[in-house]
């Protein structure tokens, strides 16, 4: 018998169209006016949530599909309709995410709830961990966490920047320097609940593209969170740093303990960039929709335009480069969820791929638009705009370039 197989099961065939057709009577025709409003779409947002695709409860079935293919397959729907809004609609999972994989269970049953609100009072949550100058380099940041014993609180000051949803979320995920003598291994992440004094949002970022989605710095002047704020608890980090400051004194005495530190870290990347990859792949197969379409219907010196090799051709390089994303999306998020070792840094190449892919393709499919491509009453100028930001956010594609060819050669490559 035959076990191989890229057939979704019927599960995920149902929601993958379920969410295709939210994507194309609602996300689609909201997008050029929310992308010149440049706000969060929150009628939207309320729809999607009135439905059940921004809820909890949905973002939690995906996640834990057993196959791995279930997150792709919806961010792929959702991004297809629009990036900026898919962004708005599924900014909150990412910070749900940090909670899911790091926090207690009374921590994700308090605060996750709350990222979301209900569908008659929505909320949001961010995740903040860039700063100005700590964007791929994390081990720079300067946001510090210092525990008052007495109070039993956590002190936050830092300015985070770039943050989606930052500001307007109810719920915030900080990443903050606890220990500086580790490094980025003497980080944590903490809860900073609705309402707490001293966190404000700094500078609204008007971007290139997304521009339905916000993206805003956030500002901490002497945040006091309760210690049950700190994600997974005091004695989880107490005992994290203890086994970091051991690992450093091993990597220093030539151990491979410190090895064995960047391995873990690299894991938990390598498992959550297939989700942008697959973000991608939804921008990527909008164009080259719009494009297809446009060529067959549009003609020039008496013939579609399709008719012309060149143009022709263009088109089966777009479809097949986005097939090829889509599988390489697939692979990660298959081996992540079966917990397969990335050993080629799997998870890398799927995004690298898929960002720089969405960006090639939907520059192609500007240019067999003409001007009408270069004009706004046609989608592919938008797409192109928001395909911008695969190569930048969630690791740059130099960043994911260095991951993989440290991995192959298992050289320190800067
Ligand atoms: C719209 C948007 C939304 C975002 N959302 C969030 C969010 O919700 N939460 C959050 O924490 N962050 C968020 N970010 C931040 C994002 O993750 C960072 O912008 C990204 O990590 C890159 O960091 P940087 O901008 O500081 O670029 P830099 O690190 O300054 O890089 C600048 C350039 O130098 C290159 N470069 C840097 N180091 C190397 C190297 N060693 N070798 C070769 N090239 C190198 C980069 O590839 C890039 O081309 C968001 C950003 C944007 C634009």
């Given at each position: 018998m035959?076990?191989?197989?890229?057939d979704?099961n019927?599960?995920?065939k149902?929601?993958?169209?379920?969410?295709?057709?939210?994507?194309?009577?609602?996300?689609?025709?909201?997008?050029?006016e929310?992308?010149?409003?440049e706000e969060?779409?929150?009628p939207?947002i309320?729809?999607?949530?009135?439905?059940?695709?921004?809820?909890?409860?949905?973002?939690?079935?995906?996640?834990?599909d057993?196959?791995?293919?279930s997150?792709?397959?919806?961010?792929?729907?959702?991004?297809?309709?629009?990036?900026?809004i898919?962004?708005?609609?599924v900014?909150?999972?990412?910070?749900?995410?940090g909670v899911?994989?790091n926090g207690?269970e009374?921590?994700?049953?308090?605060?996750?709830?709350?990222?979301?609100?209900?569908?008659?009072?929505?909320k949001?949550?961010?995740f903040?961990s860039?700063?100005?100058?700590?964007?791929?380099?994390?081990?720079?940041?300067?946001?510090r966490?210092?525990?008052?014993?007495?109070?039993?609180?956590?002190?936050?000051?830092?300015?985070?920047?770039?943050?989606?949803?930052?500001?307007?979320?109810?719920?915030h995920?900080?990443?903050a320097v606890?220990?500086?003598?580790?490094g980025?291994k003497?980080?944590?992440?903490?809860?900073?609940p609705?309402?707490?004094?001293?966190?404000?949002?700094?500078?609204?970022?008007?971007?290139?593209?997304?521009?339905?989605?916000?993206?805003?710095?956030v500002?901490?002047e002497?945040?006091?969170?309760?210690g049950?704020?700190?994600?997974?608890?005091?004695?989880?980090?107490?005992?994290?740093?203890?086994?970091?400051?051991?690992?450093?004194?091993?990597?220093a005495?030539?151990?491979?303990?410190?090895?064995?530190?960047?391995?873990?870290?690299?894991?938990?990347?390598?498992?959550?960039?297939?989700?942008?990859?697959?973000?991608a792949?939804?921008?990527?197969?909008?164009?080259?929709e719009?494009?297809?379409?446009?060529?067959?219907?549009?003609?020039?010196f008496?013939?579609?335009?399709i008719?012309?090799?060149?143009?022709?051709?263009?088109?089966?390089?777009?479809?097949?480069?986005?097939?090829?994303?889509?599988?390489?999306?697939?692979?990660?998020?298959?081996?992540?969820?079966?917990?397969?070792a990335?050993?080629?840094?799997e998870?890398?190449?799927?995004?690298?791929?898929?960002?720089?892919?969405?960006?090639?393709?939907?520059?192609?499919?500007?240019?067999?638009?003409?001007?009408?491509?270069?004009?706004r009453e046609?989608?592919?100028?938008?797409?192109?705009?928001?395909?911008?930001?695969?190569?930048?956010?969630?690791?740059?594609?130099?960043i994911?370039?260095?991951?993989?060819?440290?991995t192959?050669s298992?050289?320190?490559?800067?």
């Amino acid at each position: 018998m035959a076990e191989f197989t890229l057939d979704l099961n019927d599960d995920q065939k149902q929601v993958r169209d379920w969410l295709h057709g939210f994507a194309a009577d609602v996300i689609r025709p909201a997008a050029a006016e929310w992308d010149e409003r440049e706000e969060t779409p929150w009628p939207v947002i309320q729809e999607a949530a009135k439905v059940g695709i921004y809820s909890l409860d949905f973002y939690a079935q995906q996640y834990f599909d057993p196959t791995g293919l279930s997150i792709p397959v919806a961010m792929e729907e959702l991004f297809w309709g629009d990036a900026g809004i898919a962004l708005s609609i599924v900014g909150t999972g990412l910070a749900a995410v940090g909670v899911l994989a790091n926090g207690t269970e009374e921590q994700i049953g308090t605060w996750i709830p709350q990222m979301y609100g209900t569908p008659d009072d929505v909320k949001l949550a961010a995740f903040c961990s860039s700063e100005p100058d700590a964007g791929s380099d994390v081990s720079a940041m300067r946001t510090r966490a210092v525990y008052d014993e007495a109070k039993d609180e956590w002190v936050l000051n830092g300015t985070k920047t770039w943050a989606t949803n930052g500001g307007i979320a109810n719920v915030h995920v900080v990443v903050a320097v606890v220990d500086p003598a580790l490094g980025s291994k003497g980080h944590a992440s903490f809860i900073v609940p609705p309402g707490t004094p001293g966190l404000s949002q700094g500078q609204k970022f008007k971007k290139h593209g997304i521009r339905a989605s916000h993206t805003a710095e956030v500002v901490l002047e002497g945040v006091r969170v309760p210690g049950h704020c700190l994600l997974g608890g005091k004695r989880k980090l107490d005992e994290r740093l203890a086994r970091a400051h051991e690992r450093a004194r091993s990597a220093a005495a030539g151990a491979d303990g410190g090895e064995r530190v960047k391995n873990a870290a690299m894991a938990t990347f390598e498992a959550s960039r297939p989700a942008v990859g697959a973000m991608a792949v939804g921008t990527a197969r909008a164009a080259y929709e719009v494009a297809l379409d446009y060529a067959k219907t549009r003609s020039q010196f008496g013939r579609p335009i399709i008719d012309n090799q060149g143009i022709a051709f263009q088109l089966a390089d777009m479809r097949t480069r986005i097939d090829a994303s889509r599988l390489l999306v697939w692979r990660a998020s298959w081996m992540a969820a079966t917990g397969k070792a990335f050993t080629s840094a799997e998870g890398s190449m799927s995004k690298l791929y898929a960002s720089e892919t969405a960006k090639q393709v939907t520059a192609q499919a500007v240019q067999i638009l003409g001007g009408n491509g270069f004009t706004r009453e046609y989608p592919v100028e938008r797409m192109h705009r928001d395909a911008a930001i695969y190569t930048i956010f969630e690791g740059t594609s130099e960043i994911q370039r260095l991951v993989i060819a440290r991995t192959l050669s298992g050289m320190p490559i800067r």
